[in-house]
């Protein structure tokens, strides 16, 4: 028998992950036991309908129980904990598998063969609450500890150790009503609080869905007994299979494939109702994408920041060596009277008096009285020479200061386009590209070599869409891959996009069906630009410019930073940023 305990679901959820469960692994086979991870476990079961995997996290932030088809990577050497379930389950048959009362517990019983043959009963417990979440494996004819994947001792825990050979004890039960055993007519409190601490095995967005059934006014029940009514309706749902399982999206909370997921359960929750619901065929499926995306958007904004922080610091620097080189270049542009002073002075020398801080002449040009400053230690026709040189310096010191005001530019722009693609990557292993991108370019630390395993160079894999007639549409999602799109991937017929003065990804229409630029109807235009709007610092905005061009007039300068090319011959569009399908 397994037992788990999810505090990441509520009762309810496990009630019905649990039945879920029950028809789909019971008799079961467990062929293989895999430990990816400190916290997970992954048991593939072969059943009558096939090989299944069981997912088990016991992660402060993760805890779920669900079927999953996702592959994890295991390592090397097994676990401690991994190699003894091997020991004690695998080849067993699970027997069972049930909820224990309304609580976040989950059993399932295991036949297995010991060392000599002879059949015994196991169980694996799994709490799955919070940071206290645990495994452990139990004998069912003794009750004792064989194991746990985290072993508790008095130090931690007085109530309850979980260790070898001590008796496993359930967790505390709390002086509440099971929801199990709530009646339909039964009163209760109209505060979610209230609620919660009346009724056992409910989470609070449940809470507040009963409550808010309340304000029905058609309801046949009574305002007291509505929510009672309610979780009836529920429990009934899971019971005759009729329940859908759904998570509530928000879309407007990054720029992942999927936005990021805020809530899932198996029932309306009406203060979800305003975000994308997103309906699975089962309760694992909507379970595993749940924690997937949201584990998998917790993980990507971690390891970004610290990049984003680095690509930051640098932007800021770059920026200020602007504003001094673009004082630099204004002081540069006003020497002319450097000149000037030093044309006056050689035709005045004989009014300059020995040792003098200063003299006034008169400007031949205009008639008006120049007073000119003076190094009272140099003759007045080394003072000429000194301004003569500082003019001339000057105007070298404009050329100079201007390449490299280019230069600062593009790495201005190429700075923001990094943090652009950082903002938009919704991957580790994005990341990882954009990482190696800027060691190369110098803007990030090389790693330790002890980290810098030779890796595979990352497979290009630009974003897909298909316009309304049908038309194939990439994005880049970083400037490597906006190079290898545009400057290999691309023919020379294809269009090319992107937004207008403003940092985003490469965008190519694929025309090779012989069809060119002047083919495309304005309608096919727009709708890519606006995709392109999409995937750019702009795509909050409105109205916004989008430079297109057949990809024969783009080019990328030589030992130009990724993703920096120049192009002619464009024409420009404004569009509000959207992708296709979507109702931005």
Not at 310 to 329: C, H
Not at 356 to 378: C, F, H, M, Q, W
Not at 420 to 427: K, M, N, R, V, W
Not at 480 to 505: C, F, Q, R
Request: proline letters at 5%.
């Amino acid at each position: 028998m397994v037992i788990l305990i999810v505090m990441a679901y509520d009762g309810i959820i496990t009630y019905a992950i649990t039945r879920e469960l029950a028809s789909g692994i019971t008799l079961g086979k467990i062929e293989k036991v895999y430990q990816p991870g400190p916290e997970e476990l992954v048991m593939l079961i072969h059943t009558r309908a096939g090989n299944v995997r069981l997912f088990i996290s016991v992660g402060s932030q993760s805890a779920r129980v669900c079927l999953t088809t996702n592959t994890y990577t295991n390592p090397d050497q097994p676990p401690t904990f991994c190699m003894l379930l091997r020991k004690h389950l695998q080849g067993g048959r699970i027997t069972e598998v049930r909820q224990k009362d309304s609580e976040r517990i989950i059993e399932i019983d295991i036949e297995a063969q010991n060392e000599l043959g002879f059949s015994v009963s196991r169980r694996l417990i799994i709490e799955i609450m919070a940071k206290h979440s645990n495994i452990v494996l139990i004998d069912i004819e003794t009750g004792k500890i064989i194991d746990s994947i985290k072993r508790i001792s008095i130090d931690v825990n007085r109530y309850r150790q979980l260790l070898p050979g001590f008796v496993y004890q359930y967790p505390p039960q709390q002086d509440k009503i099971p929801f199990h055993d709530v009646t339909e007519d039964m009163e209760l409190p109209h505060d979610d609080r209230a609620l919660m601490a009346r009724i056992g095995g409910i989470s609070p967005a449940v809470s507040r869905e009963l409550l808010a059934y309340c304000a029905d006014k058609h309801s046949a029940a009574t305002l007291s007994t509505r929510p009672a009514a309610r979780l009836m309706e529920i429990l009934r749902s899971i019971e005759d299979g009729t329940y859908v399982p759904r998570v509530y999206v928000d879309e407007t909370s990054g720029k992942t494939e999927h936005g990021t997921p805020r809530e899932f359960h198996i029932t309306d929750l009406e203060e979800y109702e305003d975000l994308t619901r997103i309906d699975f065929d089962t309760l694992s499926e909507a379970v595993e994408f749940f924690f997937s995306n949201r584990e998998a958007s917790n993980m990507v904004r971690q390891k970004s920041m610290p990049m984003l922080k680095s690509v930051q610091s640098a932007l800021s620097k770059a920026l200020l060596k602007k504003k001094k080189l673009s004082e630099d270049l204004l002081n540069a542009e006003n020497s002319d009277r450097f000149r000037l002073f030093g044309e006056l002075l050689t035709a005045n020398i004989h009014m300059v008096k020995p040792g003098a801080k200063r003299v006034t002449v008169t400007n031949y040009y205009d008639g008006s009285l120049i007073d000119i400053p003076l190094d009272e230690k140099i003759s007045a026709s080394a003072n000429a020479q000194r301004y003569f040189k500082k003019y001339s310096k000057a105007r070298t010191a404009i050329h100079e200061k201007q390449a490299q005001l280019e230069d600062n530019e593009r790495d201005i722009q190429y700075l923001e386009s990094v943090i652009q693609t950082i903002e938009a990557a919704d991957s580790v292993q994005l990341l990882e590209t954009i990482r190696d991108e800027l060691e190369q370019a110098g803007y990030v630390r090389r790693r330790a070599k002890a980290s810098q395993r030779k890796r595979k160079a990352a497979k290009p894999e630009p974003h897909k869409y298909t316009l309304s007639d049908g038309t194939q549409v990439l994005v880049g999602r970083n400037n490597t891959e906006n190079d290898w799109l545009t400057m290999k991937y691309a023919s020379k017929t294809d269009v090319w996009m992107h937004t207008k003065d403003i940092p985003g990804s490469h965008l190519i229409i694929r025309l090779d069906d012989g069809r060119t630029i002047s083919d495309l109807p304005a309608e096919l235009i727009y709708e890519a630009a606006a995709i392109a709007a999409w995937h750019s610092k702009a795509g909050n905005s409105s109205n916004v410019p989008v430079d297109y061009v057949p990809v024969r007039y783009v080019k990328k300068p030589a030992g130009s930073k990724p993703g920096m090319v120049i192009f002619t011959h464009n024409q420009t569009v404004y569009v509000d940023p959207a992708l296709p399908g979507s109702k931005k």
